[in-house]
């Protein structure tokens, strides 16, 4: 039951990150991402995957759900390389936010 309320509390946190990344709110974004990992438990990986999966339910139309799970993959071939992890993290939240505003304007 622990673990299932920390998840479901994990869960929260990332929708909402996300939410507010597609806002545009980049900065918001990333202080919730530093807020995540300093709280630990997660890989980047695990991160990217949930990630991912919030995708989905963003009030944005299927090409750009598409889009922006392509580059999550991207990102996620950058983790498995070595490459920085809060960095591609951070990338993750700063395409997010681009896409948003794009469709917003």
Do not use: C, W
Request: proline share 3%; glycine share 8%.
């Amino acid at each position: 039951m622990v673990y299932e309320s920390i998840d479901s509390f994990r869960t929260g946190e990332l929708k909402n990150m996300v939410i507010t990344a597609f806002r545009g709110d980049f900065q918001g974004a990333r202080k919730s991402l530093m807020d995540i990992l300093i709280k630990g438990g997660s890989n980047p990986g695990e991160l990217l995957h949930e990630i991912q999966k919030e995708i989905y339910d963003l009030d944005a139309p299927d090409p750009v759900k598409i889009k922006l799970i392509e580059k999550i993959g991207k990102y996620d071939h950058n983790l498995t390389q070595g490459k920085n992890k809060r960095i591609q993290l951070e990338n993750v939240l700063a395409h997010i936010a681009r896409i948003g505003e794009r469709i917003r304007h």
